[in-house]
């Protein structure tokens, strides 16, 4: 049944939009799944030829009777500390899927002496909720404040389970939600299909500025960069020591690069790694990978797009095409980092062009 409602929800806009129609009337993500499907096409009164609808999907349902799903739904996210009254939920180093359901991503909240900050809400409606009980499994105290350190849907698709609390980011990242938020939801729907269910996009409320922040009785620092996008928050907190990095680190994993700025992203790099030289930092958290006490993933990040973009300015002067330059093979050192082959076909897609023109520029 699961693996029905999933196809359904999973398909398209017109599908989504039904998932919203559940979500505004009260069916969370632990209604049993007979009773969401019951439910979905009784409540549905602008869908048109519904008798259609309802016979497609009970001869779906007699083929997928047959096929059993194991997924739950249950991201199973378990709150790391990381610091002192701070926790991390460390995602897989993997692309999008509908294993992973999404959870490729590292959300974050500090418990602070009169409420919660949340950092990133992760790729999708239910993540967002079972982050929101697994906080409250952690601190009785109420979420003070979601922030989203940039427009990447994996990043923020989560705000909806915070909708009653407010959400803040930088003023071009809630730009980009507005402008980009509909097109990636729809993306991530198509790779991880059944656990997008009613993810509809939330945007932020409030906008931030760098400099510093007093929220829910911590002070902490905003340092507004750009490069990954065209802007990423860098979130110090100065009680615990822990630098929030967003998507400017990727750690043990190879970065995505579709919105990227390589020159400005290494730029952001090397203030980065001056928080790391700071004499209270204690701990880095990448927006994907592992947490670390040093500025080895700052390095593996600069060392991954410094390749690339050397990569791809000498493919381009060499008079390569596009095919070429995506059958290269990656240099050893970068060969066993995971998603390293399908990021480097993505970024070829989109870096490789630029650097082409840029050679046809350069010649007299
Ligand atoms: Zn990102």
């Not at 499907?37 to 309802?54: G, I, M």
């Not at 930088?170 to 269910?197: Q, Y």
């Not at 922040?213 to 911590?218: I, K, P, Q, S, T």
């Amino acid at each position: 049944m699961k693996r029905l409602i999933g196809w359904l929800l999973g398909t398209g806009a017109s599908l989504r939009r039904r998932g919203r129609l559940l979500s505004t009337n009260g069916v969370g993500a632990g209604a049993g799944a007979g009773f969401e499907f019951k439910f979905k096409f009784t409540l549905t009164p602008f869908a048109p030829s519904s008798a259609q609808r309802v016979s497609k999907c009970l001869a779906l349902f007699a083929l997928s009777l047959g096929t059993a799903h194991a997924a739950d739904f249950d991201y199973r996210l378990t709150a790391r500390p990381i610091a002192e009254n701070v926790y991390a939920f460390i995602g897989k180093t993997e692309d999008f899927d509908t294993v992973n359901g999404g959870n490729i991503v590292n959300t974050a909240f500090i418990v602070a002496a009169q409420g919660v900050i949340v950092i990133d809400s992760g790729p999708s409606l239910r993540y967002g909720q079972q982050m929101r009980r697994a906080i409250a499994a952690i601190t009785a105290k109420p979420v003070a404040l979601v922030i989203n350190t940039h427009h990447h849907p994996d990043h923020f698709l989560g705000n909806q389970a915070f909708a009653d609390v407010p959400i803040a980011a930088l003023a071009e990242t809630r730009n980009g939600i507005a402008a980009d938020g509909n097109a990636f939801a729809e993306n991530l729907f198509r790779m991880s299909g059944d656990w997008m269910k009613g993810t509809e996009v939330q945007a932020p409320t409030q906008t931030l500025s760098a400099g510093r922040l007093d929220v829910a009785g911590r002070r902490l620092r905003l340092v507004a960069l750009d490069g990954h996008t065209g802007a990423d928050l860098v979130i110090v907190d100065e009680t615990s020591g822990v630098v929030f990095a967003g998507d400017l680190v990727f750690n043990g994993r190879a970065p995505t690069t579709p919105h990227a700025d390589v020159a400005h992203w290494l730029k952001a790099l090397d203030q980065l790694d001056a928080l790391t030289r700071e004499a209270g930092f204690k701990l880095l958290l990448p927006g994907h990978g592992a947490p670390t006490g040093d500025a080895a993933p700052i390095r593996q990040t600069r060392a991954w797009l410094s390749w690339l973009s050397a990569a791809m300015r000498d493919a381009a002067k060499a008079g390569l095409d596009m095919n070429e330059v995506l059958a290269r093979p990656l240099p050893p050192e970068f060969a066993s980092l995971p998603v390293a082959a399908s990021e480097y076909r993505r970024s070829v897609g989109h870096l490789f062009p630029a650097a082409e023109q840029e050679a046809l520029g350069a010649k007299p």
